[in-house]
């Protein structure tokens, strides 16, 4: 059973950071795309950031560039979000999604964690 932990959401005031952390088990990270989603509800699912293995490119949705960063820790098994300069607009349920990089079909999705950006 493929399972994509999600931490370190919770309630942060506007302008302040949070380090969400994607734990995964039993796959291998280094062999699949990282991606890191966030939904509110009656929205669509929004790709926030991507880590991709090939071609090795890293990508930001345009609202989120310059303040969040996505990286990988190959020897945790564990892929992070780091989020600066947090707005209100970044209120969401965050998740951790894992796509086998030679075989799309196989795609996990983590629980979501819960980040609330208020004063």
């Known amino acids: 059973q493929v399972q994509l932990v999600e931490s370190g959401g919770g309630l942060v005031q506007p302008g302040g950071s949070l380090r969400l952390s994607c734990a995964a088990s039993?796959?291998?990270?280094?062999?699949?795309?990282m991606r890191w989603y966030r939904q509110v509800p009656g929205k669509e699912r929004e790709l926030v950031a991507m880590?991709?293995?090939?071609?090795?490119?890293?990508t930001y949705a345009d609202s989120v560039k310059g303040r969040f960063t996505i990286s990988r820790d190959d020897a945790k098994n564990t892929v992070y979000l780091q989020m600066n300069s947090l707005k209100p607009e970044d209120t969401a349920v965050y998740y951790c999604?894992?796509?086998?990089?030679?075989?799309?079909?196989?795609?996990?999705w983590g629980q979501g964690t819960q980040v609330t950006v208020s004063s």
């Open positions: 039993p796959i291998t990270i280094t062999n699949y795309h």
């Open positions: 999604n894992a796509v086998l990089a030679y075989n799309p079909q196989y795609d996990y």
């Open positions: 880590s991709n293995i090939f071609p090795h490119i890293t």
